[in-house]
DNA sequence: AGCATATCGATAAAAGCATATCGATATGCT
DNA sequence: AGCATATCGATATGCTTTTATCGATATGCT
C-alpha cells in the first residue's frame, strides 16, 4: 500500500474538486482538464495538476482526466466509500441542526445519534434522529466502535466533555466550542468557531476599506 | 493611521488569544507572559510574541503583558469593539440555529435579522429573532447598511443568492453552502463546508493508522 | 503526413510561515 | 549594589507551499 503523502493545504483542496465535479451533470463531457477546474474554483492551473498528482490520478494531454476516475479517486482517498459513523455531543441549537442534517450521507458520513445531558432535549426524538442521556454514551460509543465526535457543548463544560469523548475512543473531533481542547498526540481536533470566522471576516472587511491589512491576500 | 500588516495565519490566531485571555477571570494576575499564552495554546512562545507584536501589543521583560490591555487591543482589532451588524440568508435547520444562537454578541456581532423565500419559515417569530421575506431584503440591507452576509442555503440556489447579496451591498460572506461562490474582487468569502471537514478529519483519521498520510501534521 | 495547439508532468524559483538563536531589559534575591 | 533569571524583541535559518517555466505528448486540422 502506497503511503500516499498529502500536504494539508491540498487534503483541503480535494473536496472542492470533488464538490465541484459532483456538481457537473453526469452527461457532460466525460472528460475534463486541470484548466477547466482552476477556472471554476479560481485557483492556479498548476495546482489543480498538482493536487491531482498527489493522489495519483493521472491525465492525458490534450484529453485531460476523465470526471468518473477523478471523483471515484477522490471519494476513495477521502474515505467517502466506506461509512464513517460519528455522533454528535451537545445537542443544543446547533447539535439540533447538524443532527437533522440530511446532508452528510453525501460525503459518506452516517450521523448516528446525538448526546445530551439534559433530559428535556433527550426525550424530544420525534421521528428525528434519536438524542441519547451521557450516561449511554460510553456504552453506545464502544459497541458501535465510533471514531468521529461532533461536539456543541457550552463552552463551559467543553474540556470535560472532550476528556469523556476521548475515554471513550473518539479519535477524532470536530469542534464548534471556542475553547481550545486538550488532548492526546493521538487524537485529531478539528476547530470550527464560527464566531471567530465572523470576525474574522468583519476584520479583513474593517481594513480593506483603508488599505490593505492582511498579507498576501488577493490571489487572481 | 498605521496600515498594520498581518499574515493570515497570525489573524486566524488572533482569536484564539482573544478567547482564551477572556476565559482568564479577571481578578486573575492582571500581567500574562508569552510563554504562559504559548502553553496553554499549544503554540510555540515565540509566535505568540510575533503574533502579539504584529498588532503593536508590546511587553515588559519579566513581567508579560497586560491582559486588559491584550484583550482592549484584540478585540479593536478584530473589530468586536465596534458593532457589526449582519444578516443570515436561508433559515433551514443550520440558518435558524444561527439565528438563535446566542453568543454572537461576545464578538461584536448584532445578527439583524434572517431572510427566507418560504413564507412558512417567515411567519413562525414566536418571540425570536424576525425572519423576512426575501422580498423585503434588497431594502432592509441598504437600509441598515448591512456589509456582513450568512448564507445558509440549499447549495442549488446558492450562487444566485450570493449574487443577490452582493448586489445589494454584502461585502462579506460567511459561506455554509459547499459550492465555490464566485463574486466580485472587493467581496470577501469565508467557506464552512462542514461536511467537507468532518470527511477531512475522517481522512487523516483514516491513514492515521497506517502511517502519516498529512505532511508535516504533528508539532511539538 | 506534418504542423499548430492544448494540456500534462516535472523541475526550479519565490514567497510565506514557523522555528531557533541571541542580545537586551527588567525584576527579585542575596 | 550586584548577580541570577525570566522574558521580550529582533535577526537568521529552515521548511512548506505556491507560482513560474520548460519540455513532452497527444489531438485535430490542413
New interface residues.
Partial sequence: ?A??????ST??R???YL??LR?LSVDARTTISATAIAA???LGEVQVRKDLASISVSGRPRIGYRISDLIEELMS????ADR?D?VIIGTG??G???L??A??G????NIVAGFDVDPFLTERTDGRKAVFSMEQFPDLCRRMKI??G?LTVP?AVAQETCDLMVEHGI????NFT???L?VP??V?V?D?????????????????E?????????KR
Fill in positions: 500500500m503511503p500516499k503523502i498529502v500536504s494539508r487534503l483541503h480535494l473536496p472542492l464538490n465541484y456538481s471554476a474554483l479560481q482517498f477521502l474515505g467517502y464513517n460519528a441549537k446547533l439540533r441542526a447538524l437533522d442534517y446532508g452528510f453525501d460525503y459518506g458520513l471514531q468521529l461532533i463552552a479519535r477524532a473531533i470536530l471556542p475553547v481550545h486538550r498526540e493521538t485529531l478539528q470550527v468557531d464560527i464566531a471567530a470566522m465572523l470576525a474574522v471576516l468583519s476584520s479583513r472587511l474593517l481594513e480593506y483603508n488599505g490593505m491589512k492582511i498579507k498576501g491576500d488577493q
